[in-house]
């Protein structure tokens, strides 16, 4: 445990969306006298843009958006869920009421751990931090794991996601990640990670770690165990093998509930919520996992920018 006198050991784990990210987060719950945050400030990346309604307001992809996020919470199914929800956001101090959630809210959480606290594991994604670096740690001191996968394998997997859970368009090939989620950076999101990644290699005492998806999750045995050792952290080997199920993520991960409660049943969270270990994947690298799935002309666009990015960072990924 952490003494009196000492500061518990700051870790970011950076990310862009569908590395694969949310099962090494529930890998890490583990970690013993760890305070584990799941994306605290892409939860205030949010509440300043898409849940707020002066931002892009007349924009039609934006109020669109709004509109089909709004309509799924009249359902039946949706109002039963929120209760519940506002039931478990009352009694654990660990889950927070979405519209509470600041980058200034944050920013005191994380001054402020737990006496027991000694290691602060926070994952979240670098497009809602890089421009709210005030409201941050000193970085300098803090350690950082920047989490890459293949561009292809990425924004398949996003614009599902988009598609599937947030419902505005009737056809795969009718989403447009740049237009169809206007408040995130979409055509951006490799760009944002290295830059971000590159400064933080000029201004931290700790070099900051890269780690591929792919091999992470198809040998876990071999990158983990260094991913500890530059974290800071003491490996164990029953890190490799966890819980299975989402309850234990209710009790000790901790941020939005809408992210902790509610995206783990959805297919933005759900199949790492619900896994016991890493699950290695059926196709090579930079093969998308539904290979059902066309590249559309804007797919092919957003990676074919993101590779020169992601190539850079995989040059000097652990292995």
């Known amino acids: 445990m952490a003494s009196a006198e000492s500061s518990p050991t700051i870790i970011f784990i950076w990310t862009v969306p569908r590395t694969c990210s949310t099962a090494l987060t529930k890998c890490l719950t583990f970690v013993e006298d760890a305070e584990v ?166 201004k931290s005492e700790f070099e900051p770690v890269v780690i591929d998806a792919y091999d992470y999750t198809s040998t876990p045995e071999k990158i983990i165990p260094k991913l500890f050792h530059k974290s800071g952290i003491p490996f164990k080997q029953r890190y490799l093998e966890w819980e299975e199920g989402e309850e234990v993520i209710a009790k000790k991960w901790k941020g939005s509930a809408d992210a902790v409660l509610l995206e783990t049943k959805t297919i933005m969270f759900s199949r790492a919520a619900k896994s016991s270990h890493f699950e290695a994947p059926k196709q090579p690298r930079g093969t998308p996992a539904n290979q059902e799935l066309e590249i559309t002309p804007e797919l092919k666009v957003l990676i074919d920018n993101a590779m020169p990015f992601y190539e850079e960072m995989y040059a000097q990924r652990l292995q």
Not at 89 to 101: A, C, F, G, V, Y
Not at 160 to 185: F, Y
Request: proline letters at 6%.
């Open 37 to 202: 945050w799941l994306e605290p400030f892409n939860a205030s990346f949010y509440n300043e843009t898409l849940f707020n309604p002066e931002f892009r307001k007349g924009d039609p992809n934006m109020d669109g958006l709004r509109g089909a996020l709004a309509e799924m919470e009249t359902t039946g199914e949706k109002k039963a869920l929120r209760r519940e929800m506002a039931e478990q956001i009352r009694t654990s101090p660990n889950l927070i009421d979405q519209e509470e959630i600041s980058y200034s809210w944050t920013k005191n959480q994380l001054k402020t751990p737990k006496p027991e606290v000694k290691y602060v594991i926070v994952k979240d994604q670098s497009y809602a931090t890089v421009d709210h670096l005030d409201y941050f740690p000193d970085l300098t001191k803090c350690r950082h794991v920047f989490l890459i996968r293949h561009p292809r394998e990425v924004y398949v997997s996003f614009k599902e996601l988009v598609w599937k859970r947030v419902g505005i368009a009737k056809s795969w090939e009718s989403v447009d990640l740049v237009t169809s989620i206007p408040h995130v950076p979409a055509d951006n999101l490799f760009q944002i990670h290295n830059r971000f990644w590159k400064d933080l290699q000029k």
